[in-house]
């Protein structure tokens, strides 16, 4: 009985190793394929260079980094001083308060020595003068509004301004520089009068000149001025009669002027 038992043994241990298949080769290097890193990971642990913790669901590489750090642009300073003038047509109705979201300022409202500023405004604009009387006037073809003023909180339309009569005078405006490109839109006008514009920067470089005449009846325009000064330079602006076609009184008028 004991040999009938080792027989079938022997012939059951045969029939195994028959059946078994042979073991896959390794692959090169001698790693086996059960050892292969799973797809979607880095060959090598060894390259990592990111040190931050992990993100679980995101690979290594993928870790989300802290803020970026300020570009060289965001950080480089105002650029160069700049001075750009264009003429164009007013707007029928003007709203000055769309116009001038920093600072705008309006003349002649009650009269050739009233001034309405914006309420709460940067206080950048300066009325610095200018030869001759000024009067006041009401015939303007442009209509004016406003709903921030200060001594006159809300207009609705106005075709109030002021002008000053004679050859050689008119006004003088300023608007202070910060470094940054800022835009001007100055409103003014004329009677019977050949008008010149001119605007320099404070720190220098070229003056900007610009004529408008008619020589029969009013007209009028709407000065872009675009300029960048260093903190503490001003735009400086003169609105003068170059010349007159009437007897009595040719002259340059003024109605408001707005910064952005």
């Known amino acids: 009985m004991a040999g009938l038992a080792l ?18 080769p390794a692959p090169p290097g001698g790693v086996t394929a059960e050892a292969v890193r799973p797809s979607g990971f880095p060959a090598a642990e060894a390259n990592r260079t990111d040190t931050g913790p992990a993100v679980p669901g995101l690979r290594p590489r993928q870790r989300p980094t802290g803020s970026p750090s300020p570009s060289a642009t965001s950080l480089a300073a105002p ?8 003429q164009g047509e007013i707007p029928a109705e003007v709203d000055l308060t769309a116009a001038g979201p920093r600072d705008w300022v309006h003349w002649g409202l009650r009269g050739g020595g009233s001034t309405v500023r914006k309420q709460n405004g940067s206080g950048e604009i300066v009325d610095a003068g ?5 009067g006041g006037w009401d015939g303007n073809q442009e209509l004016f509004g406003w709903r921030d003023g200060g001594s006159v909180r809300t207009v609705g339309a106005t075709a109030n301004g002021v002008y000053t009569c004679g ?10 520089g910060s470094g940054e490109l800022r835009t001007v839109r100055l409103y003014a006008g ?3 009068a050949r008008g010149r514009l001119e605007a320099r920067l404070s720190v220098g470089g070229p003056t900007t000149t610009l004529r408008m005449e008619d020589p029969h009846t ?4 709407e000065f872009t001025l ?4 260093p903190k503490g330079a001003q735009l400086l602006i003169s609105w003068t009669t170059e010349a007159t076609f009437s007897y009595d009184c040719g002259n340059v008028g003024l109605q408001a002027v707005a910064l952005r």
């Open 190 to 192: 004329l009677w019977m």
């Open 7 to 24: 027989l079938a043994c022997l012939a059951a241990l045969v029939g195994y190793v028959g059946n078994r298949s042979d073991p896959e």
């Open 226 to 229: 675009r300029f960048r000064a």
């Open 130 to 134: 200018g030869a001759g009387t000024r």
């Open 218 to 221: 009013s007209r009028s325009a």
């Open 167 to 176: 050859i050689g005078n008119g006004f003088k405006l300023a608007v202070a």
């Open 79 to 86: 650029g160069p001083p700049v001075l750009t003038v264009s």
